[in-house]
T-cell receptor, first 116, second 111 residues
Framework: KAGVTQTPRYLIKTRGQQVTLSCSPI?????VSWYQQTPGQGLQFLFE???????NKGNFPGRFSGRQFSNSRSEMNVSTLELGDSALYLC???????????????FGEGSRLTVL | GENVEQHPSTLSVQEGDSAVIKCTYS??????FPWYKQELGKGPQLIID?????GEKKDQRIAVTLNKTAKHFSLHITETQPEDSAVYFC??????????FGAGTQVVVTP
């Protein structure tokens, strides 16, 4: 069974640009969550999608957005990039949404974004 | 929201010794308490979890204990091996239905 796949693995952007990251969850998983990981702030929750609906949102500005498609694949977008957006962006999938039940999150290896 | 504190931030142990990491949380409604392990270049991976109706859970060399009254839970690793070297995160489930990760503990096991 394939794990969570994130693309691209590495990317470099300049300030002001925008970026789109993609996540393919484990087959059968309908919940996809996104996390930002930085040395200073650790792992911070961005948002969660379940059945194409955003179910939860963290404390990030509106420049950070996401969506989920009918096949459960998800994308997140960051517009008007800032230097502080440099981070590892992790996607995780699970069988159920967090608002209904707890359960294991399966993480991908992340997309490392560098903003110059 | 949930306030999570994890200690220590770094832990160096000799191979074969035990390691203990403690996590305190603030949300009394939390009812699910997992520990994740992150190796270099990889995403976090669940290693053990516990729910609020039990006080301790073991899986081979790894155990988690929960004290819900004091709002803390701990990860115990016995007979540590070099492959246990990684960053460990506690991540209590808050009342809003999402994991709140601790700052992480860098564990180094020296042969």
């Amino acid at each position: 069974k394939a794990g969570v796949t994130q693309t691209p693995r590495y990317l470099i952007k300049t300030r002001g640009q925008q970026v789109t990251l993609s996540c393919s969850p484990i087959s059968g998983h309908r919940s996809v969550s996104w996390y930002q990981q930085t040395p200073g702030q650790g792992l911070q929750f961005l948002f969660e999608y379940f059945s194409e609906t955003q179910r939860n949102k963290g404390n990030f500005p509106g420049r950070f957005s996401g969506r989920q498609f009918s096949n459960s694949r998800s994308e997140m977008n960051v517009s008007t990039l800032e230097l502080g957006d440099s981070a590892l962006y992790l996607c995780a999938s699970s069988l159920k949404t967090g608002t209904v039940n707890t359960g294991e999150l399966f993480f991908g290896e992340g997309s490392r974004l560098t903003v110059l | 929201g949930e306030n999570v504190e994890q200690h220590p931030s770094t832990l160096s142990v000799q191979e074969g010794d035990s390691a203990v990491i403690k996590c305190t949380y603030s949300d009394s409604a939390s009812n699910y308490f997992p520990w994740y392990k992150q190796e270099l270049g990889k995403g976090p991976q669940l290693i053990i979890d516990i729910r609020s109706n039990v006080g301790e859970k073991k899986d081979q060399r790894i155990a988690v204990t929960l004290n819900k009254t004091a709002k803390h839970f701990s990860l115990h690793i016995t007979e540590t091996q070099p492959e246990d070297s990684a960053v460990y995160f506690c991540a209590p489930w808050d009342s809003w239905g999402k994991l709140q990760f601790g700052a992480g503990t860098q564990v180094v096991v020296t042969p």
